[in-house]
């Protein structure tokens, strides 16, 4: 049985380390763009607070959740960019505190959905630990963003186990956005946490290996890196394919980023 409890430890954990990256910036460092096109770190922060703002709203206010959904609807290519504009102009500190805010507020909210429930969402609705799980990995993606920004490394945690974990159950959605078939193969991923701990899916015997390093997995999944400045060991075609198109994230592939960007 998943512990949604200790799934929204987690996400807090998360958050407070993004948080610290940005909680002593002046307003020029919340202006400084970011390695996303045309998002500053102010945008980058505004998504997780507004995206945060929705799933709480999903847990807790399903009739004004799908409200947001029509809209979504009516602008499925522009409304999520559109909301963090918007909310990026917001005052850091006012920005600041409302991120705070909702995701504590999230966190407790997904703690208590009864057993068995599931959230309304864009997509298929989901079970509140994905939907925890999820605002992880997406936390922990444009936290990475804003620390390339400030030229911070960040030690890897434990919580990678959670990024890594989307990035393999979503394989199959990898090579269908690129338009390629879902693989009928599967693919062995042996991946060496941060405290040297193995975290290993699916079938030790399959003729498709990923061997990495974690972190490096995790960048590639969130396309944080360039898949030739990580250490990946693909072996069978649809590993090879996999490297090249894997996303953890929802929606049309992105253009990642440049060979040697960030070293």
């Known amino acids: 049985m998943t512990d949604i409890a200790a799934l929204a430890a987690d996400l807090v ?8 990256l940005v909680a002593d910036l002046d307003a020029d460092g919340w202006a400084t763009p970011t390695p996303a096109p045309g998002w500053t770190i102010a945008h980058q922060v505004a998504h997780l607070a507004w995206t945060d703002r929705q799933a709480l709203l999903a847990a807790t206010d399903e009739e004004a959740f799908a409200d947001t959904v029509k809209q979504a609807a009516a602008n499925p290519t522009g409304f999520v960019d559109e909301a963090a504009e918007q909310w990026s102009r ?8 409302q991120w705070r805010q909702g995701r504590t507020e999230l966190a407790q909210a997904l703690a208590a959905v009864p057993s068995g429930q599931k959230l309304p969402w864009f997509g298929p609705p989901m079970a509140p630990a ?9 936390t922990w ?16 945690t434990a919580r990678l ?5 989307i990035g393999v159950r979503a394989t199959g959605f990898a090579f269908q956005v690129n338009g390629l078939p879902k693989p009928t193969e599967p693919i062995r991923f042996e991946l060496t946490g941060p405290g040297g701990e193995s975290w290993t899916w699916n079938d030790e015997d399959a003729a498709n290996r990923i ?3 974690a972190l490096d997995f ?4 969130t396309q944080r890196r360039h898949v030739d400045d990580l250490h990946i060991e693909a072996t069978g075609p649809v590993a090879e394919q996999f490297v090249k198109v894997a996303q953890a994230f929802a929606g049309l592939p992105g253009a990642g980023r440049k060979p040697g960007e960030f070293l």
């Not at 954990?13 to 610290?20: K, V």
């Not at 995790?218 to 999944?221: E, G, I, S, T």
């Open 90 to 97: 917001r005052a850091p500190a006012e920005l600041l505190a």
């Open 161 to 165: 186990r959670h990024v890594a974990h």
């Open 13 to 20: 954990a998360e958050s407070e380390s993004a948080d610290g």
């Open 130 to 138: 994905s939907m925890a799980t999820a605002r992880i990995m997406e």
């Open 211 to 213: 061997t990495t390093p």
């Open 141 to 156: 993606a444009h936290g990475q963003d804003i620390a390339d920004t400030l030229g911070v490394r960040r030690e890897p």
């Open 218 to 221: 995790c960048y590639l999944v």
